[in-house]
């Protein structure tokens, strides 16, 4: 039995490889900026403060075209959050 060609799919499949690899590429850059972030808000703690009753680290900051981003690294599991909030909403830190 001779092998099917099927030039559209393999195109496709081949636009996939691309696609997955590059996300790959930026996961990897993600998780090591994420890491870092991580490191930098535990060395800054002190400066930073965490909250009384949870323990997170908050640190609020000018997001560029955003009016703020605000960080939140939840301790224990080192959940990290980075969202952005508009100008009108309050920002608890």
Known sequence: MSRVKIDVIEVLADTYVDARDKRMKLT??????????????????KEIGKHPDTG????VYDGGEK???????????????VKDV???EEVDV
């Open 86 to 88: 508009e100008a009108f």
């Open 56 to 59: 997170e680290i908050r640190y």
């Open 28 to 45: 990897k850059k993600e998780v090591d900026a994420k890491t870092e972030l991580v490191a930098a808000l535990h060395e800054h703690a």
């Open 67 to 81: 009016a703020h981003r605000v960080i939140v690294l939840k301790p224990h599991e080192e959940t990290l959050k």
